[in-house]
């Protein structure tokens, strides 16, 4: 193992290398065909927005990193499909049964017609309880209050709302395709002895990212097995904790306390809070993030910001948490390749906030 997390180190070296010496230069608004596009240290700035922040697309922009999805890339992305087959990537509706923040259930009834001839049936949800992708609504930058290109809170609940990063443009735009790619974190862990518990605060750093990576023969350098407009797939072990675990012992952890801030007792595993990582992510040019963890990212933060507030607030990178990796992550393996075509269809709903996912991952 320390060889590996050795090789990985000089690999973030490698790769805080190649991103501090990147002079990728460009105006505003990007065009979302380019080839290259510049380090998180390098993107021009917008008079209107936060220290830091990638509001690259136009001021009207409601798609964020998704404008990476283009047909060209999607197009490229269908040569991942070898085998033909077909992974759904979603929980059902009703797990987890006790959703974690102190969330609503998923409840379903069956409304009879005509008894014996004819039913409907009513969903009741939350659609951040599950199987979800987290909006440009859902989280702010929290030191300005403000969301995704300039929106504020007013234009989700003020007197005259808009429907400015609403989840509808999503759906809109032709939903989420493109090129999937995923790490195989937890199964990693157990194979290199690091303990890993994704129902404590457990985080996962970039260079043991980038050793996972290596493990499954690839080089997580932008540019090279990662391609822009890649969307980005972690597997932490959640679904199979859950599984392992009594419907008591996942409620009273499902439960825990919530307070926003560093003494939550809402602790769940994921990727750690770190400026490498903000780099990585950022320079990878990901389309959309997404885990089996209820938070993506380890909770609460250790740092005084939250990944949320960067890839939702400031670059408008979607995050996408309580997937089922688990049948996905075993065929990959048995394959031997860890890319794939990913297709997801957001709810077409103005004024959205948030979506399930939808989603199914061809091999």
């Not at 009834?109 to 609504?137: C, H, M």
């Not at 759906?171 to 995923?182: D, K, M």
Request: one cysteine or more; a negative charge; charged letters at 20%.
């Amino acid at each position: 193992m320390s060889d590996t997390l050795s090789s990985a180190r000089q690999r973030l070296t490698q790769i805080q290398s190649i991103m501090g010496s990147s002079q990728v230069e460009m105006t505003l608004p990007f065009d979302p065909n380019a080839t290259a596009f510049p380090t998180r240290k390098n993107v021009p700035r917008r008079d209107d927005a936060p220290e830091n922040a990638a509001w690259v697309w136009g001021k009207d922009d409601n798609l964020g990193r998704l404008n990476l999805l283009t047909p060209a890339r999607i197009k490229a992305a269908a040569a991942e499909i070898k085998t033909g087959e077909a992974i759904s990537i979603n929980l059902p509706l009703n797990v987890p049964e006790v959703p974690a923040f102190h969330r609503e259930q998923f409840k379903h009834e069956i409304k009879p017609l005509v008894e014996g001839l004819a039913y409907d049936d009513l969903y009741t949800l939350n659609t951040q309880s599950g199987t979800q992708w987290d909006g440009f609504r859902h989280i702010a930058h929290l030191p300005t209050a403000t969301f995704y290109n300039n929106t504020h809170g007013s234009d989700i609940t003020g007197p005259t709302p808009t429907l400015r990063n609403s989840i509808h443009h999503w759906s809109h735009n032709g939903n989420i395709c493109g090129r999937g790619l995923l790490l195989d974190y937890f199964t990693y862990a157990q194979q290199h002895s690091i303990p890993h518990d994704p129902y404590t605060t457990s985080r996962i750093p970039l260079p043991s990212l980038l050793a996972c990576g290596q493990a499954q023969n690839l080089d997580l350098r932008p540019g090279h097995d990662v391609h822009i407009g890649d969307i980005l797939f972690i597997r932490t072990g959640f679904t199979a904790a859950y599984n392992a675990k009594t419907p008591t012992e996942r409620a009273a952890a499902a439960l825990r306390p919530h307070v926003f801030g560093p003494t939550d007792g809402q602790q769940w595993g994921g990727v750690a809070q770190s400026e490498e990582m903000l780099d990585w992510l950022h320079d990878c040019y990901f389309a959309a993030v997404a885990g089996d963890a209820p938070s993506f990212e380890a909770w609460p933060s250790d740092q005084e910001y939250y990944l949320h507030e960067y890839l939702l607030a400031m670059w408008g990178v979607p995050i996408g948490e309580l997937l089922d990796l688990e049948l996905l992550s075993r065929r990959c393996r048995e394959l031997g390749r860890w890319t794939f075509f990913v297709a997801s269809a957001p709810a077409n709903v103005e004024g959205g906030v948030s979506t399930h996912v939808n989603g199914t991952a061809i091999l």
